[in-house]
T-cell receptor
Framework: DSGVTQTPKHLITATGQRVTLRCSPRSGDLSVYWYQQSLDQGLQFLIQYYNGEERAKGNILERFSAQQFPDLHSELNLSSLELGDSALYFC?????????????FGPGTRLTVT | GQNIDQPTEMTATEGAIVQINCTYQTSGFNGLFWYQQHAGEAPTFLSYNVLDGLEEKGRFSSFLSRSKGYSYLLLKELQMKDSASYLCAVRADYKLSFGAGTTVTVRA
């Protein structure tokens, strides 16, 4: 158990819908990262927040957005869902910003868009 | 962006040694990580290299050569539970980019 929690574990929804994935980092971790993992694309970095502020952006679609709240939990919002958005979405956290900080991954949310 | 290459699959026998190579091309390099991921589960941290050389951690060791853009993960005394995907990840400018992963199958 990494100490990172994600809800829900599974989510099934229809195309065109909007969903919100939630992540609580490990106690004391200020950085939160979101990743998407699909069978054909591997693990892709989406976005990082540090202490409430966006710090780095990866291959995140405009239909997706995220935020980190004052209590440090984070939410990833996915809208106008398409079949291709079906994937495992992981949240990870780390203590700080630096390159030597290990990231701890949550168990993931499996999103199925039908 | 980063170009990260690692073999797709490797098979080895229980008790043996396997070496997983990873080559990368990146600007702003500031660290290389190895993660283990069992199917359907979260990646778990194995090792981190930022300077050239070998880092040893029990049965797992990782090597880095920054000038060659090369790393390897060495798994010794293989056990059945080591069957998993091994992900090489390069950090640059706060972003961690992952390779596609190497699926290691350990046979009895």
């Amino acid at each position: 158990d990494s100490g990172v929690t994600q809800t829900p574990k599974h989510l099934i929804t229809a195309t065109g819908q909007r969903v919100t994935l939630r992540c609580s980092p490990r106690s004391g971790d200020l950085s939160v990262y979101w990743y998407q993992q699909s069978l054909d694309q591997g693990l892709q970095f989406l976005i990082q927040y540090y202490n409430g502020e966006e710090r780095a952006k990866g291959n995140i679609l405009e239909r997706f957005s995220a935020q980190q709240f004052p209590d440090l939990h984070s939410e990833l919002n996915l809208s106008s869902l398409e079949l291709g958005d079906s994937a495992l979405y992981f949240c990870a956290s780390s203590v700080g910003l630096g390159s030597d900080y290990e990231q701890y991954f949550g168990p993931g949310t499996r999103l199925t868009v039908t | 962006g980063q170009n990260i290459d690692q073999p797709t699959e490797m098979t080895a026998t229980e008790g043996a040694i396997v070496q997983i190579n990873c080559t990368y091309q990146t600007s702003g390099f500031n660290g290389l990580f190895w993660y283990q991921q069992h199917a359907g589960e979260a990646p778990t941290f194995l090792s981190y290299n930022v300077l050239d050389g070998l880092e040893e951690k029990g049965r797992f060791s990782s090597f880095l050569s920054r000038s060659k853009g090369y790393s390897y993960l060495l798994l010794k005394e293989l056990q059945m539970k080591d069957s998993a995907s091994y992900l090489c990840a390069v950090r640059a400018d706060y972003k961690l980019s992952f390779g596609a992963g190497t699926t290691v199958t350990v046979r009895a």
